[in-house]
């Protein structure tokens, strides 16, 4: 039982290093049409909250999303599974797409990373985190 729990413990510490890395995929948004709908997480989805779906994150982890074409950036928090489309690593809530500006376009190459993960950063990014992270609630 023992080798079991160790072999675990060490599947995740290879999991946690190789998702701080980032993941990159394409990224869509949902908002109207599920408004005040039940999510996986049990809470009400909210478009105007700076949430997503993932079936990569875990369910209420914080996560920096950084638009690959324009370099904006947005800290959501993980509150429903999904997309459920090939090749797409998250649905993001219609707030979240717009502070990233991928309204218009609909689908986005996005990278991913655990806030947790996100190190060393400059005084005034931290504060746009943390206005982010006031948004998802």
Not at 22 to 36: L, M, P, T
Not at 47 to 54: P, V
Request: hydrophobic letters at 40%; proline letters at 2%; glycine letters at 6%.
């Amino acid at each position: 039982m023992w080798i079991i729990t160790i072999l675990l413990f060490l599947l995740n510490i290879a999991w946690s290093e190789h998702i701080c890395e980032g993941v990159e995929g394409y990224a869509s948004w949902y908002g109207r049409k599920f408004q005040d709908r039940k999510t996986a997480s049990g809470e009400t989805f909210d478009m105007y909250k700076y949430t997503a779906a993932s079936k990569i994150f875990p369910m209420n982890s914080y996560i920096l999303v950084r638009n690959m074409e324009n370099g904006k950036e947005v800290v959501v928090r993980i509150t429903d599974i999904g997309p459920f489309k090939k090749g797409r690593i998250l649905d993001l809530s219609k707030s979240s797409a717009e502070k990233l500006g991928i309204i218009r376009k609909g689908v986005i190459k996005v990278q991913a990373i655990p806030l947790s993960c996100v190190a060393e950063i400059e005084k005034d990014q931290q504060d746009e985190y943390v206005k982010d992270i006031i948004n998802t609630f």
